[in-house]
Antibody, heavy 118, light 107 residues
Framework: EIQLQESGPGLVKPSQSLSLTCSVT?????????WSWIRKFPGNKMEWMGY???????NYNPSLKSRISITRDTSKNQFFLQLNSVTTEDTATYYC???????????WGQGVMVTVSS | DIQLTQSPSSMSASLGDRVSLTCQSSQGIGNYLSWYQHKPGKPPKPMIY???NLADGVPSRFSGSRSGSDYSLTISSLESEDTAIYYC?????????FGGGTKLELK
């Protein structure tokens, strides 16, 4: 069974960096597909942030392009999100998900709530 | 970016009702539209992919349809477990974008 699990700090100070890990079990992230980060804001708006592909290429939402980085550790079957210079507007629940292109996002992590506050 | 407009933003219906939620795209996306059900404390659950295809494990009372740039998610007979926020997502053109969601409640 494919499972994804986010982890990381639940509180980040403004202007600092947000760093999250997505640990994947049941599927090797280098075998195929794209591996995305998605967030849901208070108020229910959802935003696709970007992905790292099975080959290691990345694609980011232009709204975040200057602040976001998605990387991976293939030895641990994990991928990571770094979002720089965060503000209170980045307070959200962050999800990692597998993007199959044809089937869209078919597996999701449980989500991790991140609050940006001093 | 492609804009998806969901309507209504919220609604209430009774058990057994037929419910239709709509999602309108600002430009052509073909059938590259999916629907997700989101309940508090859980991850979004895939319901429909490629506009009309039922995701694995989704009850047959759910269906998806398309008419031009208008997409619908229909529940043929509402059950209590269907209360949630429903989102559409277009995956035709980057950046992928979500609709604003429809909150479905029981009357």
């Amino acid at each position: 069974e494919i499972q994804l699990q986010e982890s990381g700090p639940g509180l980040v100070k403004p202007s600092q960096s947000l760093s999250l890990t997505c640990s994947v079990t049941g599927y090797t992230i280098t075998s195929g597909y794209d591996w995305s980060w998605i967030r849901k804001f208070p108020g229910n708006k959802m935003e696709w942030m970007g992905y790292i592909s099975y080959s290691g290429s990345t694609n980011y939402n232009p709204s975040l392009k200057s602040r976001i980085s998605i990387t991976r550790d293939t030895s641990k079957n994990q991928f990571f999100l770094q979002l720089n210079s965060v503000t209170t507007e980045d307070t959200a629940t962050y999800y990692c998900a597998r993007d199959t292109t044809d089937y869209s996002f078919d597996y999701w992590g449980q989500g991790v709530m991140v609050t940006v506050s001093s | 970016d492609i804009q998806l407009t969901q309507s209504p933003s919220s609604m209430s219906a009774s058990l057994g009702d037929r419910v239709s939620l709509t999602c309108q795209s600002s430009q052509g996306i073909g059938n590259y539209l999916s629907w997700y059900q989101h309940k508090p404390g859980k991850p979004p659950k895939p319901m429909i992919y490629y506009a009309t295809n039922l995701a694995d494990g989704v009850p047959s009372r759910f269906s998806g349809s398309r008419s031009g740039s208008d997409y619908s998610l229909t529940i043929s007979s509402l059950e209590s477990e269907d209360t949630a926020i429903y989102y559409c997502l277009q995956y035709d053109e980057y950046p992928w974008t979500f609709g604003g969601g429809t909150k479905l409640e029981l009357k």
